[in-house]
């Protein structure tokens, strides 16, 4: 069950080493939908917590009091929502803290850019329609419900996410659909591109081998399909199979979108290479 706490910070305006926005706002730390693969648990913030990532969410709920006296101070021109948390998971229907940051951004006339897989984000068409938000990074997938139980089993379900961009599309909202994680073997990456035609472009993101639970996740991959476990065991250990395995993978990619006249871009981590992760 998840714990929820009301608490308070000292700032919310944190400088960020992602390339979409001079500081990053997460209005809560934790998160409900307790993605097996996700980055934040390797944070070293996150580490420090009592409770295991998906358990407990602290809700910082005077963020936006703090935004307010922020912007004032650093001026900033670009900001990132959601580095290490989901803006818009069930409790900000509560706490609206999420919908009060746009609502200051958007009267500072400050641009921001947004990570989600939540579509509960659609309870903010109207801000999102003032014209600041410059991107959504929509995370999507696809691979059966029994795999969907091993890696997100708290997260909206994936065709609710399909239908929701195809909504921030229709309402002329900028949308990437953000393919996250490519799970090799798992991931059904079949008529992607047609799934989102008003979409100009998709981005792909390769599952990081480097995060400090991939045994965890290959050792629950292979309680559920014992023949995927030698194969995940040789992308931890074997470079060649590794490079060869991506490879063959962003092939399949670029040709589905070259027939389909778009553009993409994928993100493969290299291999072996220790994962970091240095913002708060």
Request: charged letters at 25%.
């Given at each position: 069950m998840t714990e929820f706490n009301?608490?308070?910070?000292?700032?919310?305006?944190?400088q960020t080493?992602?390339?979409?926005?001079?500081?990053?706002?997460?209005?809560?730390?934790?998160?409900?939908f307790s993605c097996l693969y996700c980055y934040v648990r390797s944070n070293r913030v996150v580490a420090r917590k009592n409770k295991p990532w998906g358990e407990y969410v602290d809700m910082r709920v005077n963020a936006p009091e703090l935004l307010e006296r922020e912007i004032a101070s650093k001026k900033p021109k670009t900001v990132l929502l959601g580095s290490t948390t989901e803006c818009f998971q069930p409790i900000e229907r509560k706490y609206?803290?999420?919908?009060?940051?746009?609502?200051?951004?958007n009267k500072h006339k400050i641009n921001y850019v947004i990570l989600t897989r939540s579509p509960y984000i659609l309870d903010y068409i109207s801000l999102l329609k003032e014209g600041y938000c410059k991107n959504i990074y929509f995370t999507i997938n696809k691979f059966s419900p029994g795999f969907k139980e091993i890696f997100e089993p708290k997260s909206p379900a994936l065709e609710a996410r399909d239908e929701a961009i195809a909504r921030l599309l229709d309402e002329s909202i900028p949308v990437i659909p953000y393919f996250s994680p490519i799970i090799p073997w798992i991931s059904d990456l079949s008529g992607i591109f047609g799934r989102f035609?008003?979409?100009?472009?998709?981005?792909?993101?390769?599952?990081?081998?480097?995060?400090?639970?991939?045994?965890?996740?290959?050792?629950?991959?292979?309680?559920?399909?014992?023949s995927l476990r030698d194969k995940y065991e040789n992308m931890v250990k074997n470079r060649l199979f590794y490079a060869q395995t991506w490879r063959d993978i962003e092939k399949n990619i670029a040709e589905q979108a070259k027939n389909?006249?778009?553009?993409?871009?994928?993100?493969?981590?290299?291999?072996?290479?220790?994962?970091k992760n240095t913002y708060l």
């Open positions: 009301e608490v308070k910070i000292k700032r919310i305006l944190n080493s992602i390339d979409l926005g001079e500081y990053v706002i997460n209005p809560f730390m934790g998160c409900e609206r803290i999420s919908g009060k940051v746009l609502e200051i951004l035609e008003k979409a100009g472009s998709l981005e792909f993101e390769c599952l990081n081998f480097n995060i400090n639970n991939i045994t965890e996740i290959i050792n629950k991959i292979a309680l559920f399909e014992p389909s006249k778009k553009s993409y871009n994928i993100y493969i981590h290299k291999f072996g290479d220790y994962f």
